[in-house]
């Protein structure tokens, strides 16, 4: 959720999304690959293949030690070189909200990712309570340098729309995390209410879906 004006943006790995990468992957395609700090991890981890796809090609040649390979472009305008059922898994680290048409990213992907091959996702939440309080008691929808609202963010998300997209693209949800955070008067009329504000508290979720 970070905006991509701020180098801290490239510069850190995301092992939230290593450690849930499944058991037996091999090769791994990760979407919006920075300055090559999770591509650094996943190395160390000692995978076969690891191949990064980003737009800004000054800081791509900064990871491309990292990589097997890395694609400079946007995601939405190229035809990725690789052979049908290539990968066993793809990330999508903060990138799908990014896009114009994510959706239809998800679907062409299908074609390069494995029978049964997972996409792990990191998704902000729209639905957060803070968010909504602006929108709702101050007529407040005001963008951001980074969060939720990020200036760079073309698409929003909540839950149901999540699960929405990933069906339509032919995933199925097998694993979420929800990262929370909020104010104690929220957490304690959270707790009051008998912890049926979790979807308010979320800021963002981490998806691990498997192609149909």
């Known amino acids: 959720m970070k905006n991509e004006r701020d180098p801290h943006y490239y510069s850190h790995a995301r092992v939230d999304l290593i450690r849930l990468i499944p058991p037996g992957t091999t090769k791994i395609l990760e979407v919006g690959c920075g300055a090559g700090m999770t591509g650094k991890a996943l190395k160390e981890k000692g995978f076969e293949k690891i191949v990064g796809i980003e ?4 800081v791509a040649r900064g990871g491309s030690a990292f990589y097997d390979q890395i694609v400079i472009g946007d995601v939405e305008k190229m035809r990725l070189p690789f052979e049908k059922e290539y990968f066993d898994c793809i990330l999508y680290g ?3 909200e990014h896009l114009v048409n994510p959706w239809e990213v998800l679907k062409d992907h299908q074609t390069i990712l ?13 639905r957060n ?3 909504l309080k602006n929108l709702i008691f101050r007529g407040r929808w005001e963008y951001t340098e980074d969060g939720i609202l990020d200036k760079s963010h073309l698409r929003f998300f909540t839950l149901d729309s999540i699960q ?3 069906r339509e693209a032919g995933y199925e949800i097998e694993g979420l995390t929800k990262r929370s955070s909020g104010a104690h008067w929220v957490k304690w009329i959270h707790r009051l209410l ?3 504000l979790v979807e308010f508290l979320v800021r963002q979720y981490i998806i691990v879906a498997r192609k149909r």
């Open 129 to 131: 309570y803070r968010i």
């Open 114 to 126: 494995k029978k049964g091959g997972a996409i792990i996702c990191s998704i902000p939440n729209v």
């Open 94 to 96: 903060d990138v799908l």
């Open 164 to 166: 929405g997209m990933l």
């Open 55 to 58: 737009i800004n090609e000054e």
């Open 194 to 196: 008998g912890s049926r």
